[in-house]
């Protein structure tokens, strides 16, 4: 997957001339296969680059496996005419299975994504807990959570900060709500602000001790509500050991 990501352009010229190589290779052929196992064959080409998770290329691979086999494969051959009804359905059938791979492996390569993300933000959560029961100072646990908020939100820089937040910044509320004084902004819409910094409270038994300052200012950067809930409990987990060594 590392190389298709580099090489992107060269791996979509593949999955457009494989499936006509292995068409043009099949025809010569073409007496001692059938144009179902030929279709078959081809239909496996397809899928190896669908799987793939590159959209553009499982449906170039998808276009070309059907010209292919109906130009080289179908009668009469080397021709786009195609007579037999029954060859026309194979190369719609071909196009569609590849098409629906393409999107199946999209579909599974975000969930995985999804699940990789989760994991991280409980091995974030864990980290930090485990650093404050181990008696880590003051600094190096706002350190060390300030890095996971980072990591969690994508941002480019967060920091602790003693006391109230600046009145020019958007406060992150509990809620997931954000609001730049009385005006509520929408995280997965628009995103953290990029003009001014974002405020996630440090709260005390009620009391105000400081907030994690977050910048984003040369990128949006939209928020899912799960990922609202990790910096919030993160903030917490700071909370908490202030209270330990109040």
Same mark, same amino acid.
């Given at each position: 997957?590392?190389?298709?990501?580099?090489?992107?352009?060269?791996? !979509?010229? $593949?999955?457009?001339?494989?499936?006509?190589?292995?068409?043009?290779?099949?025809?010569?052929?073409?007496?001692?296969?059938?144009? &179902?196992?030929?279709?078959?064959?081809? +239909?496996?080409?397809?899928?190896?680059?669908?799987? &793939?998770? @590159? /959209?553009?290329?499982?449906?170039?691979?998808?276009?070309?496996?059907?010209?292919?086999?109906?130009?080289?494969?179908?009668?009469?051959?080397?021709?786009? =005419?195609?007579?037999?009804?029954?060859? +026309?359905?194979?190369?719609?059938?071909?196009?569609?299975?590849?098409? %629906?791979?393409?999107?199946?492996?999209?579909?599974?390569?975000?969930?995985?994504?999804?699940?990789?993300?989760?994991?991280?933000?409980?091995?974030?959560? /864990?980290? &930090?807990?485990?650093?404050?029961?181990?008696?880590?100072?003051? *600094?190096?646990?706002?350190?060390?959570?300030? !890095? =996971?908020?980072? !990591?969690? $939100?994508?941002?480019?820089?967060?920091?602790?900060?003693?006391?109230?937040?600046?009145?020019?910044?958007?406060?992150?509320?509990?809620?997931?709500?954000? /609001?730049?004084?009385?005006?509520?902004? @929408?995280?997965?819409?628009?995103?953290?602000? &990029?003009?001014? +910094?974002?405020?996630?409270?440090?709260?005390?038994?009620? =009391?105000?001790?400081? =907030?994690?300052?977050?910048?984003? %200012?040369?990128? *949006?950067?939209?928020?899912?509500?799960? *990922?609202?809930?990790?910096?919030?409990?993160?903030?917490?987990?700071?909370? %908490?050991?202030?209270?330990?060594?109040?």
């Amino acid at each position: 997957m590392a190389w298709i990501e580099r090489n992107r352009s060269l791996f !979509r010229t $593949l999955a457009t001339l494989l499936p006509v190589g292995a068409a043009a290779m099949m025809y010569g052929l073409r007496d001692l296969i059938t144009p &179902t196992a030929a279709a078959l064959v081809l +239909v496996l080409i397809v899928v190896g680059i669908a799987a &793939t998770g @590159d /959209r553009v290329a499982g449906l170039l691979s998808c276009l070309a496996g059907a010209a292919g086999f109906d130009f080289f494969l179908t009668t009469p051959y080397l021709d786009f =005419h195609v007579e037999n009804r029954g060859d +026309v359905e194979l190369a719609v059938l071909l196009l569609l299975v590849g098409l %629906a791979v393409s999107e199946l492996a999209l579909w599974g390569g975000r969930q995985h994504a999804a699940a990789s993300d989760r994991a991280g933000y409980l091995d974030g959560i /864990r980290a &930090t807990a485990d650093l404050a029961a181990g008696g880590a100072s003051q *600094q190096d646990t706002e350190q060390a959570i300030s !890095r =996971h908020i980072l !990591r969690t $939100l994508g941002v480019e820089k967060v920091r602790f900060v003693a006391g109230q937040p600046g009145g020019d910044a958007a406060l992150l509320g509990r809620d997931g709500s954000l /609001r730049v004084g009385d005006i509520a902004l @929408d995280l997965r819409r628009d995103g953290l602000p &990029t003009d001014r +910094v974002t405020a996630i409270p440090v709260v005390r038994h009620g =009391h105000l001790i400081g =907030h994690f300052q977050v910048t984003a %200012a040369t990128a *949006q950067v939209r928020v899912k509500p799960e *990922q609202v809930d990790v910096v919030i409990l993160l903030a917490d987990q700071l909370a %908490a050991r202030a209270s330990l060594t109040a």
